[in-house]
């Protein structure tokens, strides 16, 4: 079981943002910026082009509201999206917000976020989705 199965099974907490039958989405707690949004399949499949067509499909209409609710909630060029899969070995979407490119540079130290701040984060990006 990976660890995102289990934040997904409730057995480690996370900053949900948004959740359905087949998907979870929840704040990274170790973000390369500040609305930094993991988008999840709850099946666990290690390469993200191993998920099945309808998967794929879905997970792109699924992340849609949300990453338009993190441009309202930070001062951003737009959202980006980035499938790197190393970290995890289950299927992951980071939504990042960004301004240039290099903002999706994932060598960049990342940020440490009291849990203060990603409360404020997460009922921030939950006001406009």
């Keep these: ?11 480690i907490p996370s900053y949900k943002i948004a959740e359905n039958d087949n998907f979870y989405a929840f704040l990274d ?3 390369l910026r500040e609305g930094h949004v993991l988008v999840i399949p709850k099946s666990e499949t290690d390469n993200f082009f ?7 499909q879905e997970l792109l209409v699924f992340a849609k509201p949300i990453a338009k609710a993190i441009e309202k909630s930070f001062d951003c060029n737009r959202v980006g999206l980035s499938v ?6 289950h299927a992951h979407l980071h939504l990042i917000p960004i ?3 290099n903002d999706l540079n994932f060598t ?3 940020l440490k976020l009291n ?8 009922d921030l ?3 406009n989705l």
């Design 115 to 122: 849990e203060k701040r990603l409360k404020e984060i997460q």
């Design 84 to 89: 790197i899969g190393l970290e995890v070995p």
């Design 50 to 56: 191993d998920l099945p067509e309808k998967y794929l």
């Design 99 to 101: 301004s240039s490119a």
């Design 1 to 11: 079981m990976t660890i995102f199965s289990k934040i997904i099974a409730g057995e």
């Design 29 to 31: 707690i170790f973000p």
């Design 125 to 127: 990006i939950l006001s």
């Design 108 to 110: 960049q130290p990342k």
